[in-house]
């Protein structure tokens, strides 16, 4: 089916809808389950011609898996099985059949009624408190990442972190949106710079001006500053075309506030 909503399966509610022309991802919540449900839809994103475009762009340009609704599918499923074998928390996948109002590829997934991160931030009056957030995403940040060096595995780096892709249960940082990946050769120094940066640049524009003591606090918490430094150094001073090819890009369309500059500011930190 194109738009699920227009013809809900029993017992689902629509969590997030897709495009009226039947493109993007949409959720459906199945709260009567045990343990609730969600199923997600995974649809093309574009265009027929652009989600093209895309798909020669991932996996020729930037050595990351297919766009495709089935490659992300395949991405997200084989990423949840590898972080949940190697003990990081992610939303759980479930193995059953669809129902039939339902076209493949789409996944069931344990539902998380917790606080997304990026809400905890923002509703969370304490400052204390929001910093020590922040202290411990980084350092369960930098454990997978340390694994990931350890395996040689990009798959354990997230393509495309952000405040508003972690749930906050306890003390415990419930990642999800796994479907966007790195290819199996892809450089796990790079990966995990980039990720590094895109998290710092969602935390930079979600807190605005007062960004710079959550850029401490992640420091703080980030527990291997070997690793961090070297990361911002590949960062801003890497060698290769394909690195000075990210750090130009990434200035001429993001001026203020980019990953290369969050990688700036995150040298600075860890210098003074």
Known sequence: MNRPEANLPAGAEL?????????????????NENPPLVLKLYRVRRSRRREGLRQFSNRFIERKRGASPTDRYQTEKEGLVLWLREGFPVVEPVERPLPPE????????????????SDRLREEADEETRLALIRGYARELCRRQLRAFELDEPLLLQEHPALDHVFVDGDRFITFDLENGFLPDYSVLEAATQEVAGFLRTLARQM????PPFLRAFVEGYTDQELLARLAQHAVHGQGTFRAIKRWHDRRKRPTLGKTMMMEALLRVLDS
């Open 102 to 117: 339902v076209d493949p590829p789409a996944m069931w997934l344990v539902y998380c009624p917790a606080p997304l991160l």
């Open 208 to 211: 605005g001006p007062d960004y």
């Open 15 to 31: 969590l997030q809808a897709s495009r009226y022309d039947g493109t993007s991802n949409a959720l459906l919540f199945f709260p």
